[in-house]
């Protein structure tokens, strides 16, 4: 399965104003679309990508249509962060962390303005 990344998507765009947050990378079917962070930068946090990866599967899994209304219905149901995609997605975004020391953990940090804020945690 081939999957591309967009850098400056309009939806993710959208998507970074709705949600008040510095940047955002979200997922279309076998897209990724970016804004606010290079494809560089989104690349080289290998969490982030297995968290936008899990998505793909999940498109693949429900198809496309059906699963943007599933997750609308679960984002309605119980807001953004519990979503159960977006849990099951968290997860396989932190599975890259479990074999390494706590020193190594630490070196893969990303800055807090890098991450996306979850749209239940916004800034004021």
């Given at each position: ?30 897209t ?7 494809k ?52 396989a ?20 303005t ?6 239940d945690?916004?800034?004021?």
């Amino acid at each position: 399965m081939e999957i591309k990344v967009m850098e400056n998507s309009p939806f993710a765009r959208i998507a970074r104003l709705v949600l008040k947050s510095r940047n955002v990378a979200m997922v279309l079917g076998k897209t990724v679309h970016l804004s606010g962070v290079s494809k560089e930068i989104f690349l080289k946090d290998e969490g982030w990508v297995a968290h936008e990866l899990c998505h793909v599967e999940q498109f693949r899994q429900h198809g496309y249509l059906r699963f943007l209304w599933l997750y609308l219905v679960e984002s309605l149901r119980v807001g953004y962060y519990n979503n159960k995609f977006e849990v099951e997605a968290r997860i396989a975004g932190m599975k890259h962390m479990q074999h390494l020391s706590p020193t190594q953990k630490a070196a893969f940090a990303l800055k807090p303005t890098e991450l996306p804020l979850p749209a239940d945690k916004r800034e004021t």
